[in-house]
Each structure stands twice: as C-alpha cells, then as structure tokens.
C-alpha cells in the first residue's frame, strides 16, 4: 500500500489482520490499541485510489466483515475490540433525526443515536425495530420522553432511523374542535368510542382520541385525516336529526324547593342564552320550567345542552343541608339595697309645717288631713225663731284621705302629739336580691333564620282621640312582647366553624308612670364566628348605680346631730350582672340527631320522675304524668329481630341479644328508634 498526495492504494492476500492494522495506523498517523481477541486474516483489492475518509471508512468495513469494531475517543486513541463489547463502550453519541447531519460518523462506525419520536408510541415501535438490529446492536425506548436509543454500525442505524421517519409520518394526527347544537356531548363520545375504538380489538394503528367538553356541549378529535374527516361527517350527521326532537325530564327534588330552584334555574337559563352556549338566540323558546307542587317536583323541557347545564345545577343544589342548634344562656344577678330616714313637724292648726315631699316619706299634712276627715261629727240641735226644733245627727268620719295617705307609708311610722304640735317619724329599709336564669335553644337549617320568644305580651297606649261633643272618642293600643328574645341566622364555614348573625333580648316591666307602663331592656345585635360545640360569650352588663338624695331646711338641717330632726335622707345601691352565652352545635346526620334529642329527653323526664316521688300535697293519690322510657339499644335490636322473624313465618326467641348480634345496619336502628 503506497501513499500519493494523500491518496492510498490497498492490496492485501491472506495478511494478518494485525499486519493491516499496523499499515493502516502508519499511513493514517493513528495510534491505535488492537484487543487480544482480534485474529484472522485479511484479503483486500482495492482498484482505485482512495482518499483519508475513505481510506478509513474501507478500514472500518474491513472490520466489520471479520466482527470487529474501532471505537475512537475524545483524544483519537483507536481501540480494536470484538463487536460485541462495542455498544458498551466508550462510543460516541449522536442525536437528530438524520446522522449525516452529525458527520463526520456514519459508515460502519459504531455510535449510539439518541433519535425522537413525535408522532407513534416508541413503546410499540421498539420491538420491530430490534428485528432489524444485527446481533452487535440494540434498540431501547423511553417512554416518558417518547425516544428511541440506537446503538450499533452507523449505516445499520440510518436503515433503521429511516424506518422510523416512514412510520412516524404515517402516524401524524389531527385535532379538531367540533360544536354540537343539538346532540348531547357526553353520548356523542361514547357512540364514537363504541364505532372506532371497538372493546376487545386491537386496533390496526393509533386509535382515535375522544373527549366530550359538557360545559361548551363541545367534542374533542384527534386522529389521523381520513379517521378525522370520517368522524366529523358522522358526527354532523346525528347533530343534525335530532334537531327537531323535544327533551323533557322530571326531576323530583330530596331536599331543596321545587318554587325555590325554578328561580335559580330561570336565572341560569337566561345566562346560558346571554353568553351564547345555547346555540340560539334569546327570543328562541331554549327551555321551559314548570312545578309541580305535591310532589316537589320540576318538570324541564329544554335542548340537550341546556338539559345537561340544569341537571347539572339541580345535582348540586339538591343535597342535604346541615342544621345548626343554638344553646343560649342568659344569666342575670341584680341586688339593691336602700334605707331612708325622715323627721317632720306640724301644728294642730297649720299655721307651721316643716315636711318633705322626695317620693320616699309620706307628707304630714296629708296626714293630718286625712286625720281630720277620720274624726266622727257629733250631732245638733237648731231651735229657730218660730221655735221650730232641728235634730241634726251625728256624722261618721271620712277615712279616704287617711286611707290613702296610710297606703303610702313603708317601713315605720311613729306619730306624737304634744299640745298643739304633732311630729312624724318615718324609718325604712329596703333589699332585694334576683337570679333570672333562661336556657332558651333553637334548632334550625343552615342559612335559615330561627327566632324564640317566652314572655308576655303587655298592652301600651299608642294614641287617644276624642270628638267636639265627646261623643265617640277612642284609643289606640299596642301590645308589646315582654320576655326573652331569640333570633339566629346560622351559617356553616368550611370546617366546624360557624357564623351566627344574632338578636338576643332580655326585657322586663319596669314600673308605671302618669302617662304609661316603662320597660327595661337589655339587647344585643351581632355577627360572631365559633367552632361547634363551644362556648362564646356575646354579652355582658356590669351595672352599679348608688343614689343618695337629702332634703333638709336651711341651717337647721346642716346642726350636727340635732340637723337629723329637721331633714329626710334616702339612700339606695342597685347592683346588676347579666352574661349572655352561647353555643352551636352543627348536626349533619340522624345520629348526632338522637343524641341531642336523647339527652333532652332524658333530662325533662328526670325532672318529672322527681317530681312523682315528691308526690303532690294534699293530693296523695294521684301521680304527676312521665314520659316513656326511650329503648335501650338491645331492645331496639330484640325488636328488629322480632320484625325479622316474623317476616319470614318463624317464631320468636327470648334469648338474650349477643354480641355478634350487635352488627346490625345503623340505619335500622334509627329507623326504628324514630318509630317508637
């Protein structure tokens, strides 16, 4: 082999492949590792010239035909290794979707190809390309990229990449968007699935994509163009006859109100219309929506799309709707304490008078008035000029005014009289003490107001009216609720949590006055969040008042000791505490239910059974009535077996309930506890 301005010339009869492989390192200034494992020998006739790239590509392929390979690394060291230890080599690596835009490999030069796949599966495409593949390379996929990993002789591997590219351009799809105006989309995807996704039957290529959009009544395609165009016709097909159909649908509602969804549906009918999802235009007759009220039905007539959107709102809205129990618990101390203390002085005649008029003594001279009027009038004789004779009676006393003035004395009264004076001393003191406690409770639905009331009602002037002659005059009266007052709003959170918009009242009559009855009220207006079952205090008045009043006369009342004589004093202290708590509690089922109503059961019938055993006085043969036993859970489940037995013709058995009997449905039970 002879070198010519870089050109060679190969001829070789039965050498040692090593022998040629020391030529070609020398002409080629490569340094290169041979394996033990390399023999054989090599016969070549080459009948032209070759240049370096040939010269070395003719070297690779001598190679290759006595199954070796030439791996070459970063730094252009050549090793000679048997193929198969090739692909675990050192190779060099290669990605795109042709080699010879990654020269200078190709030829029978060993290389790992990283080749992408865009349209058809790699986990399907492998196993026929290993087929393809010499015994020295490999085919492995990746699925989550969808990529193919070659390795072996270059040439090898563009035969297979353009294997791949063929198949891969076959498999190219299409997406396409088509809107349905009549036909429901959710049945137009599963006609599809059923006519070109066969279950059971592999299909030949890629299967078609189908995906149904309920909101938009819309149908998702992805296939290839004759599959597509096929799938589009038949869809446009069954659109279209059923545009005449009618679509009418009885809905009988669990829980919500068939007058109160109608107006929801309504506003979502107009909705649908206004953002165009119906398909026509506002003045189109789109839906109909009709109640039926003994059964608690809707009755809706409407296309399929619309159909679908109100189904739809009538799932969600129908459901069960939590309850809330409000426990409130108003509390209300109040203790007053007062003492008042007077002295007044008058005479017989009335000529002088010291006395006090504070509302809290009784005056003297009214007193001494109603005194005078008590007194008995002695009878008289009147004999007249003609000596005519007149017996006048004697005339009983008048004991109104003392009546009166008498009625208005509290506490002690101490009257003396000495000659033509009288005094009177008045002393009282006062104290109370109240403890009004209520536990009113509420239960209502979440989102719905509750109100409770326990009280009095109490008739208050509004207005008189009277004509010129005082022939038909007349008055107005309104009655007004006297008691405690409860009104809630729940609201259940996400969590436990709940907002309860609150208006708690506590109101009592105070008193009278010349124009009407005076009332004391003590009320609260709020929002509050709590968890269920616990306590929250919304409320709270901590009243002291302390009233003093004096009424003296001047000078004399200001003498120390002696002023006492000559002044009236009233003190009073009035002290007042009133709490307001309250507690939720959310109940979302029928046990949580029986619970609450067990224990509030059994708390009134421990009362009445007190009650019994107290006896009533003066009346010991009669009994105060109780209220039933509530079951036990044995004798509910003794019960549901009873039932059972008798249902199938068996008779009963007294045997006691064991625990594996106790695995009976909850439901039962619940009925059955409801029933009794």
């Known amino acids: 082999m002879t070198a010519n301005s870089a050109l060679y010339s190969a001829s070789f009869e039965k050498a040692e492949i090593k022998e ?31 240049n370096q790239r040939q ?3 003719m070297f690779l392929s001598v190679l290759s035909v006595h199954g070796f390979a030439a791996i070459e690394d970063d730094s252009g060291l050549v090793k000679i290794i048997p193929d198969k230890n090739a692909r675990t080599s050192s190779i060099p690596v290669v990605a795109g979707k042709k080699l010879e835009d990654q020269a200078p490999y190709g030829g029978d030069e060993v290389v790992t190809w990283v080749l992408p796949v865009s349209h058809v599966p790699v986990r399907e495409l492998s196993p026929i390309l290993r087929q393809l593949v010499n015994s020295s390379g490999s085919v492995v996929h990746y699925d989550p990229s969808n990529i193919l990993i070659l390795s072996g002789r270059a040439n090898n591997l563009e035969r297979i990449a353009e294997v791949v590219r063929r198949v891969d351009q076959a498999g190219m799809r299409s997406v396409q968007i088509i809107q349905l105006h009549h036909a429901s989309a959710s049945e137009m995807e599963r006609i599809l699935m059923a006519v070109y996704v066969s279950q059971g039957q592999k299909p030949s290529g890629l299967p078609p994509v189908i995906v149904s959009n309920e909101s938009s009544n819309q149908i998702i395609l992805s296939a290839d163009a004759q599959t597509l165009h096929r799938m589009k016709t038949l869809l446009i097909q069954m659109d279209s006859e059923r545009k005449s159909s009618g679509n009418i649908k009885v809905f009988y ?14 506003g979502v009918g107009k909705m649908l219309i206004a953002t165009g999802k119906s398909g026509q235009s506002a003045a189109g007759t789109d839906y109909g929506i009709e109640t039926h009220e003994q059964t608690n039905a809707l009755i809706v007539t409407a296309r399929p799309d619309v159909m679908q959107a109100m189904e739809s709102v009538i799932q969600q809205l129908d459901i069960r709707r939590a309850q809330v129990m409000v426990e409130a618990i108003i509390v ?5 304490d007062g003492i008042n203390l007077s002295f007044q002085l008058a005479s017989n005649d009335g000529s002088s008078l010291m006395q006090f008029q504070d509302g809290s003594s009784v005056p003297i001279g009214e007193l001494l008035v109603g005194m005078k009027e008590a007194k008995d009038e002695k009878g008289t004789t009147v004999i007249d000029s003609t000596g005519a004779k007149t017996v006048n009676p004697d005339k009983p006393g008048d004991y109104t005014a003392l009546a009166s003035a008498l009625a208005k004395v509290s506490g002690a009264a101490f009257s003396i009289t000495s000659g033509d004076w009288t005094a009177l001393l008045q002393a009282v003191t006062t104290s109370s003490e109240s403890n009004v406690l209520a536990t009113p409770s509420l239960l209502t639905m979440d989102n719905e107001e509750a109100s409770f009331i326990v009280g009095d009602e109490v008739p208050t002037l509004t207005g008189s009216t009277a004509s010129s002659d005082n022939d038909n005059p007349f008055q107005t009266i309104e009655r ?3 008691g405690v007052k409860l009104k809630v709003t729940p609201q259940i959170n996400a969590g436990d949590a709940v907002k309860l918009t609150i208006e708690q009242e506590v109101s009592s009559i105070n008193g009278r006055t010349p124009v009407d009855v005076t009332f004391s009220t003590r009320k609260v207006n709020t929002s509050v969040m709590v968890k269920t079952g616990d306590t929250v205090v919304i409320g709270g008045l901590l009243d002291e008042n302390v009233q003093e009043s004096v009424s003296k006369v001047p000078l004399l009342g200001d003498i120390p000791i002696l002023g006492h004589l000559f002044r009236s004093t009233s003190s009073k202290k009035v002290k007042k505490n009133l709490m307001i708590f309250l507690r939720p509690t959310i109940i979302r089922d029928d046990l949580v239910m029986n619970a609450i109503s067990g224990q509030k059961y059994d708390l009134i019938r421990a009362h009445q059974l007190d009650k019994k055993n107290q006896g009533i006085s003066l009346m010991p043969g009669f009994d105060t009535p109780v209220l039933p036993e509530q079951p036990t859970a044995h004798q509910l489940l003794e019960e549901l077996r009873r039932q059972s037995e008798s249902t199938k013709g068996k008779p009963a058995k007294n045997k006691p309930v064991s625990d594996t ?16």
């Open 332 to 336: 209300e101390v109040a203790d007053g």
């Open 55 to 57: 010269y070395y590509q």
């Open 661 to 676: 009997e106790f695995k009976v449905s909850a439901t039962s039970i619940r009925q059955l506890h409801g029933e009794r």
């Open 20 to 50: 040629f492989i020391n030529t070609v390192s020398t002409n080629l200034n490569k340094t290169i590792i041979v394996d033990p494992a390399v023999r054989g020998e090599v016969t070549i006739r080459a009948y032209e010239q070759l």
């Open 253 to 266: 509602l669990h829980y919500a109100k068939a007058d109160d969804l109608k107006k929801v549906l309504d």
């Open 480 to 482: 007004k609720e006297v």
